[in-house]
């Protein structure tokens, strides 16, 4: 080995041991003069130091819960998790697992109420997806129809879109229009969407129109099984 990288190599060692020490030497200080604190002082600091870090944890939660509402999550389903999801037979642990897929493919979600769509919906939504009613966005629109455009690249645009409730109402040209713009602008940025519903893939397409589930092409998962309410973990 070259005699001057040896000795730069030592210089660098001799340097990163001097600052080790200087650590040291600082650490041990504030620890003596901690020791030499009062004890009520030191309960004192002690309790400003829990009140900082509670305030601090309580305003991340309040960040976080604020950005959840902004992506769809309502706070009945702030505490819903993957893990307390209880999959109850292995079908629903099959159903789990394809569920966490939404981000490779398009899924058609069908199932009766209380089947727990939603709540994975939500757990989707908390990861970066972005959930929203089928019925509230048309309404939201045609009362903000100065909006339309920005709904359309906001919802054509993001990650991971999870529309629910399809079905719930009666549709309309206007309805299948807006659905279309917004599914097409996905496909062509080749973006996953989830449609959740009591309704299933033939009837949809019959309601929205068939150039809308032919851009899809959807999974169907059928959640086959009755009211999960009330039996999370």
Same mark, same amino acid.
């Given at each position: 080995?070259?005699?001057?990288?040896?000795?730069?190599?030592?210089?660098?060692?001799?340097?990163?041991?001097?600052?080790?020490?200087?650590?040291?030497?600082?650490?041990?200080?504030?620890?003596?003069?901690?020791?030499?604190?009062?004890?009520?002082?030191?309960?004192?600091?002690?309790?400003?130091?829990?009140?900082?870090?509670?305030?601090?944890?309580?305003?991340?939660?309040?960040?976080?819960?604020?950005?959840?509402?902004?992506?769809?999550?309502?706070?009945?389903?702030?505490?819903?998790?993957?893990?307390?999801?209880?999959?109850?037979?292995?079908?629903?642990?099959?159903?789990?697992?394809?569920?966490?897929?939404?981000?490779?493919?398009?899924?058609?979600?069908?199932?009766?109420?209380?089947?727990?769509?939603?709540?994975?919906?939500?757990?989707?939504?908390?990861?970066?997806?972005?959930?929203?009613?089928?019925?509230?966005?048309?309404?939201?629109? +045609?009362? !903000?129809?100065?909006?339309?455009?920005? @709904? #359309?690249?906001?919802? &054509?645009?993001?990650?991971?879109?999870? =529309?629910?409730?399809?079905?719930?109402?009666?549709?309309?040209?206007?309805?299948?229009?807006?659905?279309?713009?917004?599914?097409?602008? +996905?496909? !062509?940025?080749?973006?996953?969407?989830? @449609? #959740?519903?009591?309704? &299933?893939?033939?009837?949809?397409?019959? =309601?929205?129109?068939?150039?809308?589930?032919?851009?899809?092409?959807?999974?169907?998962?059928?959640?086959?099984?009755?009211?999960?309410?009330?039996?999370?973990?």
């Amino acid at each position: 080995m070259d005699s001057s990288f040896q000795t730069m190599w030592k210089n660098l060692e001799k340097g990163w041991a001097e600052k080790d020490r200087i650590r040291a030497d600082e650490a041990a200080k504030e620890q003596a003069e901690w020791d030499a604190l009062p004890e009520e002082k030191k309960q004192r600091i002690n309790t400003l130091l829990e009140e900082k870090e509670r305030l601090i944890a309580e305003r991340e939660l309040e960040n976080q819960r604020r950005e959840w509402q902004r992506r769809g999550i309502t706070p009945r389903f702030f505490e819903a998790t993957w893990e307390n999801w209880i999959a109850e037979t292995p079908e629903q642990a099959k159903v789990l697992e394809k569920v966490k897929k939404a981000w490779d493919k398009n899924l058609f979600i069908v199932g009766g109420n209380g089947a727990g769509k939603t709540h994975l919906a939500m757990c989707l939504a908390k990861d970066g997806a972005t959930y929203c009613l089928m019925p509230e966005l048309f309404r939201y629109v +045609r009362e !903000n129809m100065k909006s339309e455009q920005e @709904i #359309i690249d906001r919802y &054509g645009n993001c990650k991971l879109l999870i =529309l629910d409730e399809a079905g719930r109402q009666k549709s309309s040209d206007f309805e299948h229009n807006l659905l279309f713009e917004i599914i097409d602008k +996905r496909w !062509n940025n080749i973006l996953p969407t989830t @449609i #959740i519903g009591n309704i &299933g893939e033939e009837v949809f397409s019959k =309601l929205y129109g068939a150039a809308i589930t032919d851009r899809l092409r959807p999974s169907v998962i059928n959640f086959n099984w009755g009211s999960k309410r009330g039996k999370t973990a």
